[in-house]
């Protein structure tokens, strides 16, 4: 993909630019502010906004690789079926016991009573199987007033995602939206996030007491300091700290790179906090995409983004199965 560079007073005006110049198939890469130069110094600190954007190839390369670890010790598709059982997959794709037995009573169930599978069937089996318990994140209703909340433990990158969906909200789908950025039991440093908001000429707030009297936004967003999920003493306080906020739509951000035993406990934990779904975030670190069905499996919760990196807007996908499926499951 090659990368355009577009500058422009404000970052509405750049995508205007880009929609005009590239089409609506455009993808925004990076946003940031120019400082002012020369005598521009005097009286304001930036001059604009740069935007690198650009149209994907034809053959797009596909987001962060879900790359699975190698099925190195099972036998090739050439090998005896009954070489290499469910169970041997399931585990090394990253699904641990013992979630992954209702996934192998539906492979058991799916399987043909007259002949033994080969590898390459009993891979297709994990997959419809695994699919079966796939929670798709509820459709968000348009305007319906309710903030968008975002928690997690410290380091999740509850910013980098809230963010994310931010430049989507302003950028892609031209809505406007509303920041705040609170304090809780330990101040909130998302300076970028403020940095941010001005960019896209969006108001971040850093107090909630005149929220009811702003301007509704077509979205509106809260960011909170992370909370260990092991301390329930602090969960119940931010439990108390959302009641002043209303009916919210509370997103759960935690960070895939973590240990899949760990994940799933966060997600228990936080889950008290009438949790809707989850965010993944720092999948460019993590490449067993598989193991994240742990979480699918172990928690009634739905996962309703992929994130990767830190740039903004940068990698920041619906989820979807076909995403936890590794290329293993493709044995053509």
Do not use: C
């Amino acid at each position: 993909m090659t990368l355009h560079s577009f500058i422009a007073r404000t970052a509405a005006e750049a995508v205007d630019q880009i929609r005009a110049q590239l089409g609506p198939d455009a993808i925004l890469v990076s946003l940031r502010k120019r400082p002012a130069t020369g005598l521009a110094k005097l009286w304001r600190d930036t001059d604009g906004v740069e935007v690198l954007a650009g149209v994907p190839d034809e053959e797009p390369v596909p987001a962060p690789a879900p790359a699975e670890v190698e099925l190195d010790d099972t036998p090739p598709l050439s090998s005896p079926p009954s070489a290499v059982t469910a169970s041997t997959l399931i585990r090394k794709i990253g699904v641990l016991p013992p979630l992954d037995e209702p996934v192998l009573a539906r492979v058991e169930q799916r399987k043909s009573r007259e002949a033994t599978p080969s590898l390459a069937e009993e891979l297709a089996l994990i997959r419809e199987s695994l699919a079966e318990f796939w929670r798709p994140a509820p459709e968000l209703p348009e305007l319906d007033g309710r903030p968008h909340v975002f928690v997690g433990p410290p380091g999740s990158g509850k910013s980098t995602a809230l963010a994310k969906w931010l430049a989507s909200t302003v950028l892609v789908e031209d809505q406007s939206a509303h920041v705040w950025r609170l304090d809780g039991s330990r101040a909130n440093t998302a300076e970028a996030l403020s940095v941010f908001g001005e960019i896209l000429g969006v108001p971040v707030d850093r107090t909630w007491s005149d929220a009811p009297s702003q301007p509704r936004a077509a979205r509106s967003f809260i960011d909170l300091p992370g909370e260990e999920a092991g301390d329930p003493a602090a969960l119940r306080q931010l439990a108390l700290a959302l009641q002043p906020f209303g009916p919210t739509h509370v997103h759960l951000v935690l960070n895939a790179a973590y240990d899949s035993t760990l994940l799933v406990a966060q997600a228990r934990a936080f889950a008290a906090l009438a949790v809707e779904d989850v965010i993944l975030t720092h999948l460019d670190e993590e490449q067993r995409w598989g193991r994240l069905w742990n979480l699918v499996l172990g928690t009634k919760l739905p996962i309703r983004f992929l994130s990767a990196g830190q740039n903004i807007p940068g990698h920041f996908l619906p989820a979807s199965p076909e995403l936890l499926f590794s290329p293993h499951f493709r044995p053509d």
